[in-house]
């Protein structure tokens, strides 16, 4: 009887392990999945093309192992919390510094791009021809892009659908005017190559203009900066200078409560710096 309800208690517990794990399992594969085409897809959007299988792995990896080997080098818990949270949050980071990046080259390259797909036009070409002209002089993102719209057309996208697609890439003020002009242009008539020339002395004064005031503020944004970093490089020096004077902050409800709070007026002071010292044109 004993051996009976043994080997039905070990059936059980076998059943439940083998569902919770397939359940993990799948939810896993879902999970990376969904990591994975998210990637690529970012990927694409900024012309890099690499394997997104390889690069999952090693950054589950990383996020896995930095944590692990910061507890076992004897940092605080709260140390481990903050690295395992930066790494979670390091691959959007990544990508929106990479996508601005890229969205701020194609903006200094726009005003010469437009000029010379004017000076095209006025020769006697059309706009796709003087786009194509154009695209195999520039060899940056803004070439990359318009090389993508020429060849969405040559598939059979109307131009109109592929203008679209190019603004939905770029995602700029300066490319949805181009956008705006090239598809009015086109609907109504008018001199698409006086409009395109206009536009890209706009926008050449726009970038300057834009240039001046963040000279003129970098000074502003760098104070900010390091107001709002200089009492958490003090604290870390003081956890490494004193380690028993600084452990109740992180071990005591009111050390946990000071934390918060200078996390909270650190948060507020940087927000406002940053709104007094941004210029919006």
Do not use: H
Request: net charge positive.
């Amino acid at each position: 009887m004993n051996l009976v309800v043994l080997l039905l208690l070990f059936v059980s517990i076998s059943l439940i392990g083998y569902s919770f794990l397939s359940g993990t399992t799948n939810a896993w594969n879902n999970y990376s999945e969904d990591m994975e085409r998210t990637a690529a897809k970012n990927l694409r959007t900024l012309f890099l093309f690499a394997n997104t299988r390889r690069l999952l792995v090693v950054y589950v990896l990383v996020v896995v192992m930095v944590p692990v080997l910061l507890f076992l080098a004897g940092q605080t818990p709260v140390a481990v919390l903050l690295a395992f949270a930066g790494l979670l949050l390091a691959p959007r980071y990544v990508f929106a510094r990479l996508a601005l990046r890229r969205r701020n080259q194609i903006n200094q390259s726009l005003p010469n791009g437009l000029a010379q797909i004017a000076g095209a036009m006025r020769a006697g070409s059309t706009f796709t021809s003087a786009v194509q002209s154009m695209v195999e002089e520039q060899n940056g993102p803004l070439g990359q892009e318009f090389s993508l719209l020429i060849r969405e057309q040559r598939l059979g996208a109307r131009m109109e659908e592929a203008l679209d697609n190019l603004g939905e890439r770029v995602q700029t003020e300066e490319m949805d005017l181009v956008i705006a002009a090239a598809l009015i242009a086109q609907e109504v008539g008018g001199n698409l190559a006086e409009i395109l020339q206009r536009l890209s002395e706009t926008i050449r004064s726009k970038l300057e203009m834009e240039g001046k005031i963040k000279s003129l503020t970098a000074q502003g944004v760098l104070q900010g900066r390091v107001v709002t970093l200089l009492p958490f490089m003090i604290l870390a020096v003081l956890m490494i200078i004193e380690p028993e004077a600084t452990r109740p902050m992180f071990t005591s409800l009111l050390g946990w409560c000071f934390l918060l709070v200078i996390v909270v007026f650190q948060f507020v002071g940087s927000t406002m710096i940053r709104k007094i010292v941004r210029i919006e044109i």
